[in-house]
């Protein structure tokens, strides 16, 4: 049962970070090569559908962490799931206090009502994204490692 839940664990965070990754280098280069209004209006439907999906994601794989390494406590490895469970943590934490706030405000824009800095909330945005996804990578090749 240990062994289910910790291939499920890594296979969600995993998947987690593939969809943040390509959020980062693949999504929002292809949204900034649009013309401008069909740039900003794909990342305000992006920032409404991910923004829907994300937080539960985010949760869910904070707690499959904390389950993991409650349940396998004594074991080898799970110094490496804490430390996991540390940046996931950290990552819901830059996610409330740092991208979040971009994010409500981006998906309500329209060509019409966006502010004259949009695309410097863009680019501050993509900067706090860079680095979560940085976090999330390090928390799944964490968990990679205590599969070993």
């Known amino acids: 049962m240990l062994n289910a839940l910790q291939v499920f664990t890594t296979v969600v965070v995993g998947v987690m970070v593939g969809v943040e990754f390509s959020v980062a280098f693949v ?21 409404r559908m ?27 490895g799970t ?15 830059m996610s409330v206090l740092l991208l979040v706030p971009i994010n409500n405000r981006n998906k309500t824009w329209t060509p019409e009502n966006r502010p004259a800095d949009w695309k410097e909330q863009m680019n501050r945005w993509n900067r706090y994204h860079y680095a979560r996804v940085a976090v999330i990578i390090a928390a799944f090749a964490l968990l990679a490692a205590a599969l070993a």
């Open 27 to 47: 999504m929002n280069p292809i949204f900034n090569a649009l013309p401008e209004d069909s740039a900003q209006r794909a990342r305000s439907h992006g920032g």
């Open 50 to 76: 991910l923004g829907a999906v994300m937080p539960v994601w985010y949760i869910t794989s904070l707690l499959l962490v904390v389950a993991w390494a409650a349940t396998a406590w004594h074991s080898s």
């Open 79 to 93: 110094g490496l799931v804490v430390a996991a469970g540390g940046f996931l943590l950290l990552s819901v934490i």
